[in-house]
């Protein structure tokens, strides 16, 4: 019965991983998958983390008891703050608690299945390639919207307005909230409203990504502009979907928190409430069926850290620790590359923000860089910023002269 199966290749992230770990060089740099690593290229524990543990395990009544299907409440509510500010409108919103930002997407894509069937999904190009999985996997149809443009190592703003204009009205875009991945390269202020008033011209349903929060500028409000500005323009015509994730800027990777929110468009306070209250049977009808009731563990955790003032000032405060030192290493990155004369031009390192570089690497350069440096990244070029450190980056931006050069 099995014997026909496809074989299918492993994934491409998570591969490097394996392969990084089998190799036996003495010298070895992951610049793979998206982790934050401190200075000695180690995992780095948020001390806002070390701390709301601390005050979990003195608490008395900390138990293991199920969540509700739709999550921790005051986790959802604080994420929802984190996202849409304080301020936020919360009569419009419905807030779940999900595995992650890859969980969020997958409610996201499940819900679509149900009550938007045949609206075609539009994501960037490039984009992470988990998205494709997600939509494709739920028998949606996903298509391309341009949006790096290699010549320039830019925005191909043209292009991607172009394709808003024409997609079939209703349509759904996905975009990176902030510190797109793979490329690091985010829409200006101006840019942003360009895109935001063509989705709104053409009754788009967006879905905001935000994977990222807190790493492209350091300021987790800052780095909310483009959702918040979309739930402003947007709010009385469409829909707007935010996938949460608080992998990256808690740390949290391995305990999949995350938040799934459907903000409803802007009626009457009686058709808001009475929408609010059918769509959310129906995210919870998605929960039970897919993970009953999300994890605890680390939804504690982060709601430790979004509710009690101190701890969140710390969080906002590691934060910065982890986006300076990402920043200061793509500048020594480049500096270095400079200096070696290595042929081309890599300002585009330090005009990139976010976890990543694309460095612009062919795929044959990434594979000499694996197999003659043990300097391992994604195919594509993708650099993982982060794992750089004064110990390691002058030895990567010799491997890249050379590979450059060969
Ligand atoms: C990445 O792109 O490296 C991360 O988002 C990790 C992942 O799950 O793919």
């Not at 008891?65 to 739709?70: D, N």
């Not at 939804?299 to 982890?322: G, R």
Request: with cysteine.
């Amino acid at each position: 019965i099995f014997n026909n199966v496809e074989h299918l290749p492993p994934d491409a992230l998570f591969d490097i991983k394996k392969r990084l770990s089998q190799d036996t060089r003495p010298v070895k740099v992951d610049l793979g998958i998206g982790a934050y690593r401190d200075n000695s290229g180690k995992p780095w524990v948020l001390p806002s983390v070390r701390s709301a543990e601390s005050q979990l395990q003195k608490d008395p009544n900390f138990n293991h008891e199920y969540l509700p299907i739709a999550g921790l409440p005051s986790f959802t509510t604080g994420a929802a703050k984190t996202i849409f500010g304080d301020d936020y409108d919360s009569t419009r919103v419905i807030s779940v608690q999900s595995i992650s930002g890859t969980g969020a997407l997958h409610i996201a894509a499940k819900f679509i299945e149900k009550i938007l069937p045949g609206r075609i999904v539009y994501l960037s190009n490039p984009t992470w390639p988990n998205h494709k999985a997600i939509f494709e996997g739920q028998r949606l149809t996903t298509a391309q919207y341009p949006y790096w443009n290699a010549s320039t190592k830019s925005l191909q703003l043209d292009g991607f307005l172009d394709t808003v204009k024409t997609a079939p009205e209703g349509s759904i875009f996905v975009l990176h909230a902030c510190a797109h991945n793979p490329t690091g390269l985010d829409p200006s202020k101006d840019q942003w409203a360009q895109i935001l008033d063509k989705m709104v011209e053409k009754n788009h349903i967006v879905l905001f990504d935000s994977a990222y929060q807190g790493f492209a500028t350091g300021d987790l409000d800052r780095d909310a502009y483009a959702v918040r500005l979309g739930l402003t323009k947007l709010q009385k015509v469409a829909p707007v979907f935010v996938c949460q994730s608080f992998a990256k800027n808690v740390g949290m990777y391995g305990e999949r928190v995350g938040c799934f929110h459907l903000v409803i468009p802007d009626q009457s306070v009686e058709i808001n409430a009475s929408v609010k209250a059918s769509l959310s049977s129906q995210l919870a009808k998605i929960v039970r069926s897919e993970v009953s009731n999300p994890p605890a563990y680390g939804a504690k955790i982060v709601s430790t850290i979004l509710n009690t003032p101190e701890l969140n000032k710390q969080w906002h405060a590691d934060m910065v620790t982890m986006s300076s030192r990402i920043n200061s290493m793509r500048h020594q990155l480049r500096d270095h590359l400079v200096e070696l004369g290595t042929p081309g031009n890599w300002d585009h390192i330090v005009g990139q923000c976010g976890m990543f570089s694309f460095t612009a690497l062919t795929p044959e350069m990434v594979q000499r860089l694996e197999q003659n440096h043990a300097v391992y990244m994604v195919s594509s070029g993708r650099a993982s910023i982060a794992g750089l450190n004064e110990g390691n980056v002058l030895y990567v931006a010799k491997a890249i002269d050379e590979v450059v050069r060969h």
